[in-house]
């Protein structure tokens, strides 16, 4: 059953979420928000990532890859090319056909990992090279699967107007919007602090968003910054990000710089089934959970082995210490 609702039944229904109950324009953009995630049963994207290497941030050499990304409903593969070259194999690649949870780590022997349990990926399945996740991961709970799927879920969104802490008007780069100021998640033993988030009151997209982060014991800030955009035809949402720039500071250091440009992006568009599904040929190895539960296996008899030897040894020895007594 489609979860999609409008803000106004809702009330009328008389069971409005949270942030249904917060001021209009609040609730406005967070159901706008679910109203679109809601609406993207598929989507594919192709996007460079820039990473520089050099610490002060002006060698012109970096990281350079590619990361794709496909996703239809629950199915998902994601694959970062390798950033020597672009037609080689894919450096890692995670994908489920709605069966099989699949890795491959590619190199001069890949190993491709089958298993039917759901692992944790970080820093997502998706290999943190989709913009759109990146974007939202404010949104998101401590704990919670950084997917699309998350981000179509209303609980989700539910959550996060609990951690709303201030909504107001406001400006940035001459576009009126509104600034939301998100609290960090309770119990929480993350290093995220407060997130504030500017959206433009146009097109209701967040285009700023700077979480206090508390990097290796010192103070410090993570920005994302939308610096274009393309167009979409999504409800409530007509433009997704398609230029996306990531600055870590420390104080008031510049300590890490990147850029995420999406080369191709495509909504709602057919997805071939064969995509999410990682042919066992690209593997000179292949593991499954079979071959993982015998593996965990060996090593505990083998270490109850090596600990029994111990105990024999030791007892070997403390009998000698009083046959010489």
């Not at 409005?16 to 594919?44: C, E, K, M, T, V």
């Not at 070259?85 to 491959?104: C, F, K, S, W």
């Not at 009126?176 to 290093?191: C, D, E, I, N, T």
Request: include cysteine; hydrophobic fraction near 40%.
């Amino acid at each position: 059953m489609k979860l999609l609702v409008t803000l106004a039944c809702v009330l009328a229904l008389g069971t409005a979420p949270a942030y249904a109950q917060n001021n209009a324009a609040q609730a406005r953009i967070l159901h706008s928000w679910l109203d679109a995630f809601q609406g993207i049963r598929s989507i594919s994207s192709r996007t460079r990532v820039t990473i520089p290497v050099s610490t002060n941030l002006k060698a012109v050499e970096g990281f350079v890859a590619h990361s794709n990304v496909w996703v239809d409903g629950r199915k998902y593969r994601a694959e970062n090319k390798n950033p020597a070259t672009d037609v080689e194999l894919p450096a890692m690649i995670h994908a489920y056909n709605g069966r099989d949870y699949q890795t491959l780590i590619a190199g001069s022997s890949s190993t491709l990992y089958i298993s039917k349990k759901a692992k944790a990926h970080e820093p997502s399945p998706y290999l943190g090279g989709f913009p759109l996740i990146m974007l939202f991961d404010f949104a998101l709970a401590k704990g919670d699967a950084k997917t699309l799927e998350t981000l179509q879920t209303p609980s989700t969104w539910d959550y996060l107007s609990k951690r709303i802490k201030d909504f107001k008007p406001s400006t940035r780069n001459g576009k009126a919007g509104y600034l939301m100021v998100v609290a960090p998640f309770v119990h929480s033993s993350s290093s995220l602090g407060v997130t504030t988030v500017f959206v433009d009151g146009k097109t209701l997209l967040p285009t700023y968003v700077e979480q206090v982060t508390n990097l290796a014991g010192k103070g410090g800030v993570i920005r994302y910054e939308v610096v274009k955009t393309i167009p979409v035809q999504l409800p409530s949402l007509q433009v997704l990000p398609s230029s996306l720039v990531l600055k870590i500071l420390q104080g008031q250091e510049l300590i890490q710089k990147g850029s995420f440009e999406i080369e191709t992006l495509k909504v709602n568009e057919p997805i071939p089934s064969q995509i999410f599904t990682i042919p066992k040929s690209q593997a000179t190895k292949v593991r499954t959970d079979e071959d993982e539960e015998r593996a965990i296996k060996a090593l505990q008899k083998q270490q109850a082995a090596n600990k029994a030897k111990a105990e024999r040894a030791k007892a070997a020895k403390a009998k000698a210490t009083k046959e010489q007594r």
